[in-house]
């Protein structure tokens, strides 16, 4: 989908409609959005859908025309249905302005999300990667990495949250906690370059 100064939407999933799983296993692109306002989104679940998983080993990206003024979200959950997201691909969302960069938005959602990013094979040479800040809902949410790379900001609401790296996985960017117990475990040669605020509550670091 492509759109110069306004929205741009590559796919979208109506409200009333229902799917189990989304599986992307090619490429959803979208790129516009060069005025306030506007926003380029590559995948799109209206509220009153309902999705329960999303499976990428393509990719999904969304593009804004102006980092003045542009928004770009590649993965937007309106409905809050989204409790499990799995990355073996690309996902990004590049070209906005500072923060409205918004690789995987599933802060709708109050009951978790178990949110992973894996190679897609033993012998893999080509590693997963996501692009552009996480948002995540008020759940229990569970983020395990043990491939690839992650460049964006991460907001995991409240509920009692987990980070869990391994292998040679990185991520960079700052992690907002929420106030739960939270946790942040690092194994391998995995790390984590950026702030990390475990919020008002119990927070452990291993």
């Avoid at 590559?10 to 296993?25: H, K, M, N, P, Y």
């Avoid at 990185?170 to 475990?198: H, M, P, Q, R, W």
């Amino acid at each position: 989908a492509v759109s110069y100064d306004s929205n741009a939407t590559a796919l979208r999933v109506g409200s009333g409609a229902s799917a189990g799983t989304i599986e992307v296993g090619g490429s959803v692109a979208a790129s516009g959005s060069t005025k306030d306002g506007t926003v380029a989104r590559g995948l799109v679940i209206d509220s009153g859908a309902t999705v329960g998983s999303i499976v990428v080993s393509g990719s999904v990206a969304a593009a804004a025309g102006s980092t003045e003024k542009g928004s770009a979200i590649a993965i937007l959950d309106s409905s809050g249905s989204v409790s499990s997201l799995s990355n073996t691909g690309k996902i990004s969302a590049t070209g906005g302005k500072s923060g409205s960069n918004v690789a995987i938005d599933l802060s709708a959602n109050s009951s978790g999300v178990t949110l992973t990013q894996a190679a897609a094979s033993a012998t893999a040479t080509t590693m997963p990667s996501i692009v552009g800040d996480i948002r995540l809902g008020s759940g229990n949410d569970v983020l395990t990495v043990s491939a690839g790379a992650i460049a964006g900001n991460l907001s995991l609401g409240a509920g009692n949250d987990s980070i869990v790296l391994s292998g040679a996985s990185s991520l960079t960017g700052n992690i907002a906690f929420g106030t739960g117990t939270n946790s942040l475990s690092l194994a391998g040669t995995s790390k984590v370059a950026g702030n990390v605020d475990f919020g008002g509550g119990a927070g452990t670091l291993t």
